[in-house]
């Protein structure tokens, strides 16, 4: 089973931002959180990690809680391409990822 | 720089055969993990390889198996093929072994009937 749990699906209107959050009830402490989405019929894409700290790169930005025990992905600025499948994850040095249902993220116009 | 890329993308196979599925990483990416994807049970960590050693596995029976070459690319092998095993399964390589992103392939979409 998921160790995370998500939303099932979530509508953001194009150019607004986009928070899809995400539980984390059992991470320990060397675990990272990580975001993934997926386009369909493609693999999962990369978007950002983080441990502890909030964390931002071109895609988006990770707020994650001091207790860790949950995170949001921020899409500052949702698109129309933004619409996805978002997955999060915690994940050991072992690069071990799972995902559960993940947020169905619509963008509409 | 090409991507992951995974043959082949569709495939299949009846109850009882077996399948070697397989995965050519990013050019210079030394960790491949292979992962299930269903509907049900989301996406699941099956194995990882690095350098040619299985470094980490996941929570599957032994018929599922899986080896990388010296030039980092890998196959999967599942033998005695179920009805269950019906799934996308995912490729991903990155460059080192811990604690960064992962580059997924499209997949090889498996039924077995």
């Known amino acids: 089973d998921a160790k995370t749990t998500q939303p099932t699906s979530m509508d953001c209107a194009e150019g607004r931002a986009a928070n899809l959050p995400c539980n984390h009830s059992t991470i320990s402490g060397n675990e990272y959180v990580y975001w993934y989405r997926q386009i369909h019929s493609q693999g999962p894409q990369y978007i950002i990690h983080g441990l502890k700290n909030n964390e931002t790169n071109e895609m988006a930005s990770l707020i994650i809680t001091e207790d860790r025990k949950s995170s949001t992905l921020i899409l500052p600025h949702a698109t129309l391409r933004d619409t996805a499948v978002y997955y999060c994850s915690d994940a050991n040095a072992g690069n071990m990822l799972t995902f559960g249902g993940g947020t169905r993220l619509m963008v509409k116009p | 720089k090409a991507g992951v890329t995974q043959t082949p993308r569709y495939l299949i196979k009846t109850r009882g055969q077996q399948v070697t599925l397989s995965c050519s990483p990013i050019?210079?990416?030394?960790?491949v993990s292979w992962y299930q994807q269903t509907p049900g049970q989301g996406l699941q960590f099956l194995f990882e390889y690095f350098s040619e050693t299985q470094r980490n596995k996941g929570n599957f029976p032994g018929r599922f198996s899986g080896r990388q070459f010296s030039n980092s690319r890998s196959e999967m092998n599942v033998s005695t093929l179920e009805l269950g095993d019906s799934a996308l399964y995912l490729c991903?390589?990155?460059?080192?072994?811990?604690?960064?992103?992962?580059?997924f392939g499209p997949g090889t979409r498996l039924t077995v009937l």
């Open positions: 991903a390589s990155s460059l080192k072994q811990a604690y960064n992103e992962q580059f």
């Open positions: 050019s210079g990416h030394r960790s």
